[in-house]
């Protein structure tokens, strides 16, 4: 009797062709945490204090250069607010001057911002 | 004498009505006004809210930006902007929406503001099921010329499912519903929505500058 079995390399030639078929291109920018802290703040507001919030975010942040990645639109200028928030208007300015460093579409909005903690953009 | 029709200029019209694919083909979008004021980036405001659910309108906004930066859009951050605008008075979607596109342009400095509608969002029982629905419209303006370059529409949904006994299935749908509501199903379908507008066949946003594929639309 001879038995059944599919020749090695089509078997191979098959796997290859499949994860290659389900493999997703990688994202523009590493996520993180930004978009469920932002919607934790209005769904369930004080329940993840803005320190929380900050030190999740830094990891974040961290975490993407390590890896080559880039940090979205908005999470720093986001660190930002929190910061001004805290009541750390020089800690929130350095993160409104990143956010204008890594994306210039931001740049008025981000002096708008400096301006109104009493800074110099 | 009755005019001949003839038979090649009925052959089109057969051809089409054989290929069910053609009633549904979409009506391929007008990009002119867009290729005249491509926009590097997008405000979001706060969406005007026709859902049955309050959760909508922030359910919606928090997961808005990843769709839009995905697609290669400086997106301003949601909540920054929905706080400064409250400190300016403006204290919902509903006056939000009303200011003046050269303001958001001169105090923001957004190229494009993004108008969204939520026409549906939460859950529907729908005989024995429950659904989880979002269904937004949006439309884009241009700040400095202040007209419609881009809109659109979009859609998602998630429910139960078929099979099994209905009564079974009713009391599983109440039960969805209930827990359902209170811990938003719909604020993961908003993404989804989103990505189906931004992506629509022939109708789609063209991907932004910080996208590989800047400028296509597919």
Known sequence: MIARRIPRPAALAA????????????????????EP???????????????EQLALLQQDIDEAAASGRRVPPGVRAYMGYLLAEEGKPDAARVQFLAEKVAFPESAVFMDRLIEGIGGKP | MTPRRSPRAVLPWLFCALMAGCANQPQPYDYSAFRAHPPRSILV?????????????YGFLSAATRPLAEHGYYVFPVSVVDHFMKAQGMPGAGEMHEVPLARAREILGADAVLFVTLERYGQTYVVVDSVSEVRIRARLYDTASETLIWEGSGFAQS?????????ARLVAAVVVQAIGSSTDASHGLSPVAMNNMLASPKRGLPYGPYHPKAGLTE
């Open chain 1, 15 to 34: 796997l290859l062709l499949a994860t290659g078929c389900t493999s997703t291109p990688p994202t523009l920018y590493a996520w993180g945490q930004y």
């Open chain 1, 37 to 51: 802290l932002v919607y934790a703040s209005y769904a369930s507001p004080g329940k993840v204090p803005a320190a």
């Open chain 2, 45 to 57: 405001l706060p969406p005007i809210n026709q859902g049955t659910t309050v959760e909508g309108t």
């Open chain 2, 159 to 167: 429910g139960l499912g078929g099979g099994g006994d209905p009564l």
